[in-house]
């Protein structure tokens, strides 16, 4: 196979070798083409170069992040998607069932099998695993607001977190989903393609990115005592207690709030005015699943 791998230096929790990622890949994948991205958006020029030269594949190996960004320049090409993880949640990547060990990963892909997947869109932006509105698009905004001045990392993530975790307020929005509307108020709404944020957190278990569907998940805004009872389950398959989750499958949603509208495409936050619209696009991209 004809491959490009596209990474982002930047990615991880430490700074990679690059001699020995790239001596890894040539091991697996001699001859393969191996870039660094400079920039934002430079994975995405990388991956629609890879299309338009004809490569089998373009391989991101980053967060979900670089894979959204790659995935952009790959949509309705030939060219098929591979993921190697080298972010902090990894959603897409295990969703896909990816070894989080890069050298595993590698090897991985050496037999990997090309799948037509489906990918979301808000208002007309690619999403590969989640989008949605609510408490953590607001904690993504705020971070990334923090980022632009202060320290970034786990620690200022988590202290955000909490507090807006004691203060948040639901706001209310107009939903129509497939021709139905109704007045909501939650504590969050999530579009999944895919199954999960992340670290295994499975906020739509039942999700699949092959069904030509959109799992619209909707979090109740129920006590914090049930909530905290509740968060376990989100770590397995099975249904979550209290009623504190609503969930159905759709092919297009509107969401109308007056003013700003803060929300979040596989993880980065995003903010519009007004109205917010939600769409999958079956069969958008082909994507490579690792051997078994």
């Known amino acids: 196979?004809?491959?490009?791998?596209?990474?982002?230096?930047?990615?991880?929790?430490?700074?990679?070798?690059?001699?020995?990622?790239?001596?890894?890949?040539?091991?697996?994948?001699?001859?393969?083409?191996?870039?660094?991205?400079?920039?934002?958006?430079?994975?995405?020029?990388?991956?629609?170069?890879?299309a338009e030269m004809g490569f089998d594949a373009a391989?991101?190996?980053?967060?979900?992040?670089?894979?959204?960004?790659t995935a952009r320049g790959l949509v309705g090409t030939n060219t098929a998607l591979g993921v190697i993880p080298r972010g902090s949640g990894n959603g897409f990547a295990r969703e896909l069932g990816m070894?989080?060990?890069?050298?595993?990963?590698?090897?991985?892909?050496?037999?990997?099998?090309?799948?037509?997947?489906?990918?979301g869109r808000a208002n007309g932006e690619l999403f590969l695993n989640l989008?949605?509105?609510?408490?953590?698009?607001?904690?993504a905004w705020q971070f990334m607001e923090h980022g632009k001045t202060g320290q970034r990392g786990m620690w200022p993530y988590f202290k955000i977190g909490a507090k807006t975790a004691l203060s948040y307020k639901p706001k209310n929005l107009e939903l129509t989903a497939d021709g139905v509307t109704v007045k909501t108020a939650p504590l969050t709404?999530?579009?999944?393609?895919?199954?999960?944020?992340?670290?295994?957190?499975?906020?739509?278990?039942?999700?699949?990115?092959?069904?030509?569907?959109?799992?619209?998940?909707?979090?109740?805004?129920?006590a914090k005592?049930?909530?905290?009872?509740?968060?376990?389950?989100?770590?397995?398959?099975?249904?979550?207690?209290?009623?504190?989750?609503?969930t159905a499958h759709v092919k297009h949603a509107l969401i109308r709030q007056a003013g700003d509208i803060i929300y979040h495409i596989d993880g980065e936050p995003r903010k519009t005015k007004d109205s917010l619209e939600i769409t999958v696009e079956p069969k958008a991209?082909?994507?490579?699943?690792p051997e078994k």
């Not at 060990?101 to 489906?118: G, H, P, S, T, Y």
């Not at 989008?131 to 904690?139: K, Q, S, T, Y």
């Not at 393609?193 to 699949?208: E, H, M």
């Open 1 to 50: 196979m004809k491959i490009r791998f596209i990474l982002n230096p930047k990615s991880g929790k430490r700074q990679a070798d690059l001699e020995t990622l790239a001596a890894c890949i040539q091991l697996n994948f001699p001859g393969a083409d191996m870039r660094l991205t400079k920039a934002a958006g430079h994975a995405t020029e990388l991956a629609k170069e890879a």
């Open 189 to 222: 709404l999530v579009f999944a393609n895919g199954r999960q944020y992340g670290s295994n957190f499975k906020i739509a278990p039942q999700a699949s990115l092959t069904d030509g569907l959109l799992d619209m998940v909707a979090v109740q805004n129920i």
């Open 225 to 246: 005592w049930k909530l905290a009872l509740t968060a376990p389950f989100f770590f397995t398959d099975g249904k979550r207690p209290f009623g504190v989750v609503q």
């Open 59 to 69: 391989i991101a190996i980053g967060g979900d992040g670089t894979i959204n960004e």
């Open 99 to 119: 070894p989080l060990l890069f050298e595993e990963a590698v090897m991985r892909l050496q037999r990997a099998k090309a799948v037509w997947c489906d990918a």
């Open 131 to 139: 989008a949605g509105v609510g408490i953590e698009a607001d904690i």
């Open 285 to 289: 991209l082909k994507v490579l699943f």
